[in-house]
């Protein structure tokens, strides 16, 4: 703790890692309908068939689409295998459900997004960083290996567990589970306890224009917060097993902890040297923790421009219909289906999309009269 009694939020520091919550990566990369994968961890610098930066420039006023058809077809390795892939966001699987070819050509050529999207991160990164300065502090910590930076992320949720027992509220909480024989990883915007006492998981979407998002867009919003519930409610009834880390992250249980990674360990009363020791740690705090399952799911969405409340949505939780879905979208991570363009009914969606002239899903239903007609509409 702080002088001033508010818990700390450790940041990591390293070239590499991003710790922006998924639901600011989310709402950016759908309201302006494009979707990239991002990481928070090191190992993942581009996909394994990304180009060099050299022959970028002549790549892209050549075949390189072409090229990827072909490396495509011959690669017999899942799209886990072949991106190099050892977790997926949350959100990664929330993209799918926008547009899942959207998010594979994300992957293969990320080069021909628009980078000038990029500046739309700023404000709502703002607006989220202020909510969690209100809950905690947030100190910065250097980390040169990924047990650090995971270490990090274990330290967190062991600060935000404390908090939670105490009738608190935390911001920024990670979860992470195996779901479908997949490692998912996510940050819950915000739990706290309603006037009933039930745990509330409340998501902030921040909103480039005055309006609440359409249908298509809420769809997204409404899968992400039901994962994270999935998420947190395995992890705090002891369904999540501690040997998941090191086994799908290939994380050495062994690797002494950097010094201002310990150092932080020490403030919070911790004494831990190697981060299998701080992982052992972590889950017998879960398993004893009587925090409860999350009771509702709440998204709230406001302005960008001034912060203004826009509405909110009460989310119901099926967990049938989300297990139906992850089920599907897991389908593609493994192998055992091929990506998916969207529907005749959200072809509008192409129109936003920078993959649009390369995509072969538009390309074999260009034939359709009724899909040459919606998308000449969204025009």
């Known amino acids: 703790m702080t002088e001033n009694t508010k818990p700390e939020t450790v940041l990591h520091n390293s070239v590499g890692f991003d710790d922006i919550s998924d639901s600011e990566l989310l709402d950016i990369d759908l309201d302006l309908c494009t979707a990239s994968l991002t990481r928070s961890d090191s190992h993942v610098t581009c996909c394994s068939t990304a180009l060099s930066e050299d022959s970028k420039v002549s790549e892209m006023e050549g075949d390189s689409e072409d090229k990827f058809r ?53 404000p709502g990164a703002s607006i989220h960083l202020a909510k969690e300065l209100e809950v905690h502090d947030i100190v910065s910590v250097s980390v040169k290996t990924r047990e650090d930076a995971w270490a990090v992320k274990l330290l967190n949720l062991l600060s935000m567990i404390t908090v939670l027992q105490q009738g608190g509220r935390v911001r920024e909480l990670p979860v992470f589970g195996v779901i479908e024989g997949i490692f998912l990883v996510g940050v819950i915007d915000e739990l706290h306890y309603s006037p009933k006492g039930e745990l509330e998981l409340c998501e902030l979407k921040t909103r480039s224009q005055p309006s609440v998002p359409g249908v298509a ?28 880390l090191p086994q799908y992250l290939c994380l050495k249980t062994e ?26 740690l972590a889950f017998l705090n879960l398993r004893f923790s009587d925090i409860p399952a999350i009771d509702s799911l709440k998204i709230e969405y406001c302005y ?45 969606k192409c129109r936003y999309c920078d993959f649009a002239d390369v995509c072969e899903w538009r390309m074999r239903r260009a034939g359709n009269t009724i899909w040459k007609q919606r998308t000449k509409r969204a025009k």
């Open 70 to 122: 072909k490396k495509r077809k011959q690669d017999k390795q899942s799209p886990l295998k072949r991106f190099n892939l050892r977790y997926l966001c949350v959100t990664d699987l929330c993209s799918q459900s926008w547009c899942e070819q959207q998010m594979v050509y994300g992957l293969e050529m990320p080069y021909l997004q628009q980078l000038e999207k990029a500046p739309e991160v700023e």
């Open 217 to 244: 867009q809420k769809r997204s919003h409404h899968l992400q917060v039901s994962i994270y519930k999935l998420l947190f409610d395995s992890m705090v009834k002891g369904q999540l097993k501690q040997e998941s």
């Open 255 to 280: 690797t002494a902890l950097g010094s201002q990674v310990l150092e932080h360990a020490r403030k919070l009363g911790l004494n831990v040297s190697s981060f299998g020791d701080l992982l052992e």
């Open 304 to 348: 960008q421009a001034n912060n203004s409340p826009l509405g909110e949505d009460i989310v119901h939780f099926d967990e049938q219909q989300v297990t139906r879905e992850l089920h599907f979208y897991s389908m593609y991570w493994i192998g055992e289906r091929e990506a998916q363009g969207v529907d005749i009914e959200d072809a509008w």
